[in-house]
């Protein structure tokens, strides 16, 4: 039987799992592959630094061009863009295929990479770039190929989905669940990547390029974080029938396409609504074939580990039978819509004056930025201030920029026709109430 | 741009729903196949049959020999075992791929099929056969090929799935449920395939074989239907917090594989729990990447044709950029496990007398087989019978033939040494009470 070489970059938590289950599993990927897989070396940056039992310490080496000039296939699994960038582009350019999982160079730099190994004849392979073993990846590059993908819903960053869950069954307040996440270490020690939502952005830019055949950017996601979410906002949502996640979400319109990574409303009927802690799940619409779903643990090194070695596998069969991995399909050349054009439904929630009036001029804003309004709920609020109230409002679908719009015409007050003895009064001496938008954000379709 | 002649057997559902999304999306195809999709003919029985717009009448043809021959790729969408078990072995032999969705003719044939696609040197395709759009063939076939699958759950058939769900949701008994699903065209008016498990049994048979990586025949499943299930078992399901639902199971075991198609009891909080309708779903547990889930319309035309196209691309790509698509792998080579060997938890639904010491000698009679409990729930029996009560025993992990051998014990009355006053006696004088089993049934692990 054949035998092909593959060379490690990084023996972290994902790489040092691949090594472990690539030698103790060494029969199977052989029966699998069509080739015997065997490591050339594994490249890190301090070689005398102690690793787990599974890393053969005499397979490590600081000289990653030396193992990459001599792989038939190179697993990158540093992240980062250099050197990671560089050593790809090496090893394509002297035969290799790649796998990776580095969603941050695909999102920043995939066209480039994918262009070298079209130029070198090789393949590039990154299901461990979204949703760890989930096979979201494999799923829109080669087995939706049938049908045209509508939309993309996911829940694709698990770190922001444990600090919401914790924040939604504890009643933690967001700096308590990102220290508990911090402590168990599903969270880093700078946790901007996560929580600012440009993880969730990269993996929304990757999938969002091969669903729509188009050339996405990072750049071009508009992305929120979860910073701002409030222990009232997630009590707000569940009142309201909804959980309240950190969604990546890729819309095909007539215009264009929508991108959009941020803090969303998911109606608890809704599959991701029930996606919990550090899973992963994206939700695919295509034009034919209805809802699909996948779902999978979205991170941890053994689950990633199996993405690698699917990819590793689909990889040496290519070395061995011939033929190619799909190569970037980019004839969708879509245009690629601002933010202000996105369309979701939204939900304001304010606190108004509690006057007669007040619910007739706050829905005549909404009218006059071309915003349908689905629902209106209003509460007294708190106990101590019997004067104003709580106003949710829900939308139908509207666009962000008109929805933004009224959110800035309402900050500035309302005008109400009575006076301080509630009178209705003519329009020139109408009272200007203040409005005070407690928050902002979409709301998803069930 | 290369021309690749597909020929179409059959036009029904799925049949003209391919036909309808190949001449719509051309352009598409083309660009993901590498090659310009060309109908080159329709085999049909009746030509003359009205079909709908998207079937150009031109196309249509009784010979489908000519257009077997004439193809570079075959779509067999005829179901049944002859002859669209002869019309692919041609189609093969004469150097065509073949796509289907014939899960019958797979758990029946797949071996004989698979080496006929090897010895000429053509992919087989079949991802329509399990879960329409839901692509867990692809799932298995490559993009877990990184891990080992240690067993798989799912709900693989979408009547029965119906079916169940209108029992659970209106109160209603298996028939009158049944004629509601025939008279809105989800289930055949002879439901045999459905609703005694044959269907839900190839699946099975085929999802067991890619994931085992062995040969597994349908008649290796143990295949119970529903017709037996009533609106008193669910009722029952639901108050122990479990949804009764058909399930296809195949557990990987030390001792070999386990093989099961039938009623079961899934706790609320599984996610197969909240499957419902005629959508399909396969949770997947691997040795290293832990759970995944796969969801989706499990039939109708056109999530169906999605998977049929879908395959249509991937062979289409090996024709014209080389390799081929994944052979069986036999080298698993388990061995099958016998019914009364299968491991599962157990549900035993019985009514017996109110006495003293019943519980005591119902109980004994599992420990003496070897079934551990789990739970024992006892209820008075109905309002007329107040000397009965209703017991409801939930079993630990227990083989399925220890379990059988206690209900038969059972079934022949336990023994009770009370007298008629209720006096404890000896053993020798102990009164002979009768136990009615009124249900036995799986339970799954959440």
């Known amino acids: 039987m054949r035998e092909l070489k593959v060379a490690v970059l990084g023996a972290g938590t994902v790489g040092s799992q691949v090594v472990r289950l690539l030698t103790e599993n060494a029969d199977d990927f052989a029966q699998r592959a069509g080739a015997r897989l065997k490591i050339c070396g594994i490249a890190v940056r301090d070689v005398n630094k102690p690793r787990g039992s599974a890393v053969d310490p005499a397979l490590l080496t600081a000289d990653a ?134 993880d969730a952005a990269a993996k929304c830019a990757i999938l969002a390029s091969l669903a729509f055949h188009t050339r996405v950017h990072i750049n071009d996601v508009h992305t929120h974080g979860i910073r701002q979410v409030t222990a009232a906002d997630i009590a707000a949502a569940r009142e309201a029938g909804y959980v309240l996640k950190l969604v990546a979400s890729a819309k095909h319109r007539s215009e264009g396409i929508e991108l959009y990574v941020g803090p969303s409303l998911v109606p608890t009927h809704h599959p991701l609504s029930t996606v919990h802690g550090a899973y992963n799940a994206v939700v695919i619409e295509g034009e034919a074939s209805d809802r699909l779903m996948f779902y999978g643990p979205g991170a941890g090194g053994n689950p990633t580990a199996t993405a690698v070695l699917s990819d590793v596998v689909a990889a040496a069969n290519k070395k061995v039978y011939g033929g190619h991995a799909p190569r970037e399909l980019i004839y969708g050349d879509v245009n690629i819509l601002p933010a202000s054009r996105a369309r979701s439904r939204f939900q304001i929630r304010m606190v108004v004056p509690d006057e007669v009036g007040v619910l007739c001029a706050v829905t005549g804003v909404f009218a006059r930025n071309n915003v349908s309004i689905s629902a209106v709920v209003q509460e007294r609020h708190g106990s101590s201030s019997a004067e104003a109230s709580a106003l949710t409002v829900t939308t139908h679908e509207a666009a962000q920029g008109d929805v933004e719009k009224t959110i800035k015409e309402l900050s500035k007050g309302i005008e109400v026709p009575i006076d301080g003895s509630q009178r209705v009064v003519s329009e020139a001496q109408a009272a200007t109430l203040p409005v005070r938008i407690e928050n902002f954000i979409r709301v998803e379709e069930a």
Do not use: C, W
């Open 65 to 198: 061009e030396a193992i990459i000039d001599d792989a038939d296939i190179v697993i990158e699994l540093m992240g980062g863009i250099e050197p990671a960038r560089t050593y790809i582009l090496r090893a394509m350019a002297g035969g290799a295929s790649v796998v990776t999982g580095n969603k941050a160079l695909l999102a920043e730099h995939g066209p480039e990479i994918y262009e070298a190994a079209a130029a070198a004849n090789v393949d590039l392979y990154y299901e461990a770039a979204v949703g760890g073993a989930m096979p979201v990846v494999y799923g829109l590059r080669e087995s939706l190929a049938g049908d045209n993908v509508r939309s993309i819903l996911g829940i694709v960053n698990g770190t922001t989905n444990y600090i919401l869950d914790e924040m939604a069954e504890k009643g933690l307040d967001y700096e308590t669940a990102l220290r508990s996440a911090q402590e168990l270490g599903y969270a880093e020690a700078d946790p901007t990547a996560d929580v600012d939502g440009f």
